[in-house]
């Protein structure tokens, strides 16, 4: 096995475009679950254990990412799932920063929405190159070349298609695949896909008059022409550049184009590329390992306390038991309890290439944005944190429980759920969030996982810059600034600012200091 054989992914999409749809049956076809549903099932299963999941039930909106591998044809798939409501783009930025490409799901009805847009964006920033599958196509849906052409005027980029819906809603009759020139028709009650790919020489071989109707095959006959002749050819250096998109046509419900979009991960996706670092970037092929923690999630099991560090393996074969220094404090860890997120279970991991991601336990050590390697001698970098565009002060019901609350905001802080900022002058502090949703995970985790009751306040404060500069200057501004000054989690100054124009009047009165919206980390 080799890192070559690695294709680490996610998939974009705005809500109900049919996200968790397509990842079960990608999984069923890779075989990792065995039953329909089960990726619903067992997310119900697992909310049912921790109560701030609830407003994942209540809303029907996924608000955690896991991490899904599957095997198939030599190919080791990992699967990062983003989660899908716009609140958490945070979240989701970073689990961005961990993949290699991205498969885009557009509901054939809708086509580009909102989120997906945002998301694309994200991707395109980090030249993440997509794949692109309209869904729903055994639905009424839009004009296929519509579709197309919006996709590629929305997103400034080259559509290439690789498969042709003949007909949708009550006239779908299948899916043809150009390059495999083969019809996926549907079959029996429920219309869907049986697995049985009927094979023809081309558009043109005549015995697609033997399984498609005469309205059908005129239908095919023309747009496939027009689809071929009209568009750019698939490119495999313009599509791993991020300039092409491949686009399939199908129907996750009912199993359409799922075998295609697995192929195409596995032919066409790149393998793990190299990683942005300080002093320079890490390429998959350096001998020793590195990686860096894109996501941590505390309480994962309530009983247990645990803490889940998700680290991106960059280079080298990490075997159980192995020491890494993470940048956060430079001491040595061993990882004796590795764990790789297979579909079915949490599996203890022996030995993991590039472009795996490891599940760590631990207590806290490891952080978002750290850098984790055998030498201590590289820096990820291109993880940033996000000046909160909503800031609320915490107010406790019951004064004493003040140390479990900082140890709460401590721990939820550093899961990425809000940032906090505790002021230089004062006790009240202050959390910062990028979206409203994140405010009502913050109190329902407060209440079932610290015992802690709060309350949200309006805070004076309407954003907040991390303030860099030369010390003298810093210091001086700290004197005169006092009572808009905060530290982070990390202790790093932050200036809290009541409007956008302070933030301005400041940095004009104070040009040796940097306000920034974003602090690496
Ligand atoms: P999301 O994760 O992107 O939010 O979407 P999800 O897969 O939950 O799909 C949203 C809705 O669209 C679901 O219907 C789902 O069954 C339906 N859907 C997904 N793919 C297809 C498809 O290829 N064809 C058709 N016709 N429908 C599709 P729902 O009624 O909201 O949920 P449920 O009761 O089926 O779970």
Known sequence: MTALNRRTFAIISHPDAGKTTLTEKLLLTGGAIHLAGEVKARGAARRARSDWMKIEQQRGISVTSSVMTFERKGITFNLLDTPGHEDFSEDTYRTLTAVDSAIMVIDAAKGIEPQTRKLFEVCRLRSVPIITFVNKVD????????????????????????????????????VYDFARNQLMQPSGPSREYDDKPAQFTGIDDPKLADVLSAQALARLTEEAELAQGGYASFDLEAYRHGDLTPVYFGSALKRFGIEELINAIADHAPPPRSQPAQPEAVEPTRKDVTGFIFKVQANMDPQHRDRIAFMRLVSGTFKRGMKLVPSGHGKPIAVHSPILFFAQDRELADEALPGDIIGIPNHGTLRVGDTLSEKNDVRFTGLPNFAPEILRRVQLKDPTKTKQLRKALDDLSEEGVIQVFYPEIGSQWIVGVVGQLQLEVLISRLEAEYKVEAVLEMSPFDTARWITGPADALEAFKRISMNNLAKDRDGNPVFMARSAWDIGYQQEKNPDIAFSATRER
């Open 139 to 174: 639905r009424e849906g839009r004009d296929p070349f519509e579709l197309l052409d919006e996709v590629a005027d929305a997103l400034a980029l080259d559509v290439c298609p690789m498969s042709w819906p003949v007909g949708m809603g009550g006239q779908f009759e299948g």
